[in-house]
């Protein structure tokens, strides 16, 4: 049997005396002798021509991917994992924005600009039946749907409580009717959690996952995250925050970093410590101007190799402090498709227009169609869902050529419609050795 190295691995000295290969593809780590290094770096080797002393171990790096058929194209195989779920039926995502308005006026805000009267930044009761009977629709008209993902987004969906509760119901009820799981999410600022009315109706909502933002410690935070009025909200976040931990439900606080903020965030987790905070999960989001209205002059944004330089620096930091950081949840995994890319995802904000991207809302030339004019899209409108669901890191010869391609699949997707032939390498270039070498230690340290 002719075989190949896996185009996909990756060798990690570790100690200068033990040696470790990890596959991009398999995401097996496995420790092996010096000996078998010059298989590993041989363009091919013939099974029955290997040291019977080295069977054994060739065999477990075949089993775990180390080692290929050599008429097998492995990029081949990371096409059919990423089309199989990019074009999958069996679930579908609707993000829902019931409006536009906020409580607070971040400096990088990505909708600050959208410009438009009230009635318009909220969602009608007639927007609201629509959005209801197009789930309904897409679930009816597609017996493969299992499960229905619902992702809370605004401006700040807190404000409209009394109509997530309603669209809520009215979900749960189709999606019984009908058999299939449903998973409610959502991204909030997290002041609103501090009135009990608005967090009682919250709580009924189902909703099985909240992002909430921290930007650094309190000095800065309240210099970023701000309300209409200018007061800082450090406060009122991490009350939200205890009160979330207090009824076991599942949250995740978003550390958004630059170059202005990035020293405040280990202060940040000094006060989380002494907060007694060290179980929640944390993780750091890479601040980048994705458009236009996100461009503060204030702001100096970090490129992905400086974020990644910091990435490993904070973890480091939060697992000496006693957060619940291990190697076991940052595990490299093997990259699914961006949910915008996907064919059954769709976003629909407050005036009932459709887009892919999350990013895009708001934006008139990216809009893939309007719940009342389905039957009667535009070429442009028709032409933007087909930029989504065509574009794939696929087209990029660097990608194609690249080892860590199983772990990032291109990046964002939306980067690269935007910059169309150029692709920004994302963090795992950058910090994968890190993950590894702590997977090794816990490993070594079992032992």
């Keep these: 049997m002719l075989l190949k190295p896996s185009i996909y691995n990756i060798i990690v000295r570790y100690n200068q005396n033990r040696i470790f290969v990890f596959n991009n593809l398999s995401t097996a780590l496995m420790q092996v002798d010096e000996n078998l290094l010059k298989y590993l770096n041989d363009e091919k080797i013939e099974f029955d021509s290997v040291k019977q002393n080295d069977k054994f171990e060739i065999n477990q790096l075949i089993e775990n991917k180390f080692f290929v058929r ?7 195989i990371l096409k059919s994992i990423y089309h199989s779920e990019k074009y999958s039926k069996a679930e579908l995502n609707i993000t829902i924005t019931p409006t536009l308005d906020c409580n607070l006026k971040c400096i990088y805000c990505f909708e600050k600009e959208i410009f438009c009267t009230r009635n318009e930044l909220y969602m009608s009761d007639k927007v609201e039946n629509e959005i209801i009977k197009y789930i309904q629709n897409n679930i009816e008209s597609n017996n493969q749907i299992n499960k229905l993902n619902i992702t809370w987004f605004g401006g700040e969906p807190l404000l409209c409580i009394d109509q997530i509760v309603r669209m809520t119901e009215k979900i749960n009820n189709i999606a019984l009717k009908n058999n299939i799981f449903t998973s409610y999410s959502i991204v909030t600022n997290g002041v609103l959690l501090n009135n009990d009315d608005v967090y009682e109706k919250a709580k009924i909502c189902n909703i099985n996952s909240y992002q909430i933002t921290l930007d650094g410690n309190e000095k800065i935070h309240n210099t970023r995250r701000v309300t209409k009025g200018g007061y800082g909200t450090f406060k009122e976040i991490i009350t939200a925050i205890k009160r979330l931990k207090f009824d076991n439900i599942n949250f995740g606080v978003r550390v958004n970093i630059d170059k202005n903020n990035i020293n405040s965030v280990f202060d940040l987790i000094d006060q989380l410590k002494k907060d007694g905070l060290q179980d929640i999960h944390i993780y750091l989001g890479h601040l980048r101007a994705y458009t236009n209205s996100c461009i503060n002059e204030s702001i100096k944004y970090l490129s992905v190799s400086e974020f990644s330089k910091y990435h490993t620096d904070i973890l480091t930091y939060l697992k000496y402090n006693g957060f619940c950081y291990s190697s076991v949840n940052f595990y490299p995994t093997l990259a699914r498709p961006c949910i915008a890319n996907r064919k059954n995802s769709f976003v629909i904000d407050n005036n009932a227009n459709i887009y892919k991207c999350r990013t895009d809302i708001g934006n008139q030339n990216s809009i893939i169609g309007n719940l009342f004019e389905l039957s009667n899209r535009t070429e442009e409108q028709i032409y933007n869902e087909i930029k989504w669901i065509e574009w794939e890191p696929f087209n990029s010869v660097q990608c194609n050529d690249c080892k860590y391609m199983p772990l990032c699949l291109g ?30 230690s816990n490993y070594i340290n079992k032992e």
Excluded: Q, S
Aim: charged share 30%; proline share 0%; with cysteine.
């Design 411 to 440: 990046g964002c997707a939306y980067c690269g419609i935007k910059n169309k032939t150029y692709v920004e390498c994302n963090e795992w270039r950058y910090f994968l050795d890190f993950y590894i070498k702590e997977l090794i």
């Design 70 to 76: 050599y008429d097998i194209n492995e990029l081949d």
